[in-house]
């Protein structure tokens, strides 16, 4: 087959290559010729409309760190009802950073999300018009091309263990950003409950990101990320944690500030500079991409 018709099979680089790219991917170029020929191209021109100003202003302020869920407590997502904190953002006490959201899309279902996850990894355009405003661009490893395309793998568990090279602005300058996802067991989650009502699928790991154009000092910032999905009378729930800062180690949060209480109290002082100043762009950028999900996910699947 051409690039054009099936340019998922034709699209793989280097990593080295990757890298060298997203300093033009980070200006937001326009689609190039053979992009804009691909059937779904006319979605990334498409007016995205503003995210409801009610939710926006939950977000204008810091939660209670107190009511935050910690990600030892990411288990607490599988119970029924709803937790003190579903849609906010602050710094923790020991300066990591929080950030919760929750959108229901009444059209939607898991198995869109599932193929979603499965989709968009495979070429630009894909992640791209996920979000054209702040997506650069996207690459995968040959092996993890082969898994996403192999249809012996459950949709629900190809994108397992695949990890995304992303190049996007989350508020806070353009990223190249590594994220590792995984099964919800290696996330962590008790699998005696993973089960209807409890949830209805999971897309989630950890990230490391670093500015695209890098400079001497600029530090690689990790995050575990959670996007935990169940079905209710409104439609599709997705109710979204961050914790920047941490990373997970055998299945186990781990904050990633180092322990020597003097160089512990003024690299606190300097993260909590940063995630004060990087929450609240991301969850905007949380709240306006993810407002933008479900109509990809519908789109797309036709």
């Not at 939950?58 to 997502?77: G, H, I, V, Y």
């Not at 989709?119 to 405003?133: A, Q, V």
């Amino acid at each position: 087959m051409s690039k054009n018709t099936q340019p998922e099979l034709s699209a793989q680089r280097t990593h080295a290559e990757y890298i060298e790219s997203t300093k033009r991917k980070a200006t937001l170029l326009d689609l190039t010729p053979e992009e804009k020929a691909r059937p779904f191209s006319k979605y990334f021109y498409e007016t995205i409309p503003d995210p409801d100003p009610e939710f926006m202003a939950m977000m204008d302020t810091p939660c209670d760190p107190d009511k935050a869920l910690l990600p030892e407590q990411r288990n607490d997502l599988l119970n029924p009802g709803y937790l003190d904190v579903e849609i906010g953002w602050c710094v923790l006490p020991n300066s990591a950073g929080f950030i919760a959201n929750k959108t229901v899309y009444p059209d939607a279902t898991a198995e869109m999300v599932d193929w979603w996850f499965a989709w968009h990894p495979l070429e630009d355009l894909r992640y791209r018009l996920w979000y054209p405003p702040q997506h650069g661009g996207i690459m995968v490893s040959p092996e993890n091309r082969k898994r996403l395309l192999d249809s012996s793998i459950p949709m629900s568990q190809r994108n397992w263990g695949v990890l995304h090279h992303v190049t996007e602005d989350t508020n806070g300058g353009m990223d190249n950003v590594d994220i590792h996802f995984m099964s919800p067991e290696e996330f962590g989650f008790d699998m005696k409950r993973w089960k209807e009502p409890n949830v209805a699928t999971f897309a989630g790991g950890q990230g490391w990101s670093s500015p695209v154009n890098r400079k001497e000092g600029d530090i690689t910032a990790p995050a575990m990320m959670c996007h935990f999905f169940r079905q209710t009378e409104a439609g599709l729930e997705q109710r979204t944690r961050f914790w920047m800062g941490y990373r997970l180690v055998d299945g186990q949060p781990e904050l990633t500030l180092p322990p020597a209480s003097r160089f512990r109290q003024k690299a606190c002082r300097d993260w909590r500079s940063i995630m004060s100043a990087s929450s609240p762009g991301l969850r905007r950028f949380c709240r306006e991409s993810i407002r933008n999900s479900a109509a990809a996910w519908k789109r797309n699947l036709k």
